[in-house]
């Protein structure tokens, strides 16, 4: 993920907004989708308030989420996001309420070395807890299974790998998420990162779609850390424009 110094950080900071588009992703490397190896520290933790905004042809939609991250064993994580979710159709009213859980655990096999890759997995299970009917919600349990890889030289840092979802509700369909990521530190306080993205058709009859994203994170110092992307798909679009903010704090 677009990583700063050695923590991040959380506290409210941009608008609590989006996540349940025609094609929802899930959120991953804050502030990206694509994901990375690396856990957090046994006995520490992240805590980030954050949300995201999707919009396209049938409206806009989206969460606000808290997540929490902590570190329970040696090259291992727990992970649990909780939302709550709106969603506002063109011509109709908007509907809000719980959003989708989700539950995780992140493992890393291999640590970096001089030509050597950090890899590891995050497999990802979506609970169905908000309304589907109501379009605050997937109404269907599904499952990430991915490998991750990383490497760093420098100021420079990139990681990237991919993964398959298992997505057991009606008229949907597994589908494959690949995914790469390269940030540079400008500063102690500011790191710049871009990812593209693709992902196969996540229900049968629809498309594949490619899309990318540019985000920053700000240092403010060992534990304050906000952080913010946009982006949009760029082949066979269903999103014209998405976006993340969050602010993280680490202990």
């Known amino acids: 993920m677009l990583r700063p110094a050695n923590n991040k950080s959380h506290r409210p900071w941009l608008g ?15 502030p990206f989708l694509t994901d990375d190896p690396e856990p957090v520290d046994r006995g520490h933790g992240e805590v980030f308030i954050a949300g995201s905004y999707f919009q396209n042809s049938g409206g806009n ?15 291992t994580q727990l992970h649990l996001i909780l939302t709550g979710a709106f969603n506002r159709p063109n011509g109709s009213i908007a509907t809000s309420g719980v959003g989708d859980m989700e539950l995780g655990v992140k493992c890393r096999f291999i640590k970096e070395e001089p030509g050597v890759p950090q890899i590891g997995t995050y497999p990802k299970l979506d609970l169905p807890t908000g309304d589907a009917s109501q379009g605050l919600g997937t109404g269907t349990t599904r499952l990430m ?11 420079w840092t990139t990681y990237g790998g991919g993964g398959y979802w ?22 102690p306080q500011v790191t ?28 403010l110092d060992d534990h ?12 066979n679009p269903v999103n014209s424009l998405f976006g993340y903010a969050a602010y993280l704090w680490t202990y």
């Open 61 to 75: 939609n989206g969460t606000g989420q808290f997540e929490v991250n902590y570190g329970a064993f040696e090259e």
């Open 166 to 187: 298992f997505n057991w509700g009606p008229g949907g369909q597994g589908w494959v998420y690949l995914g790469w990521e390269l940030q540079r530190d400008l500063s």
């Open 145 to 155: 299974v991915p490998v991750w890889f990383q490497k760093s030289w420098g100021p």
């Open 16 to 30: 609590l907004i989006v996540l349940l588009a025609l094609q929802p992703p899930a959120w991953a490397g804050n």
């Open 192 to 219: 710049l990162g871009g990812e593209v993205f693709y992902q196969t058709a996540q229900m049968a009859g629809g498309q594949d779609s490619l899309s990318g994203d540019l985000g920053v994170i700000v240092n």
């Open 224 to 235: 304050s850390h906000p952080m913010l992307s946009v982006g949009r798909d760029l082949v």
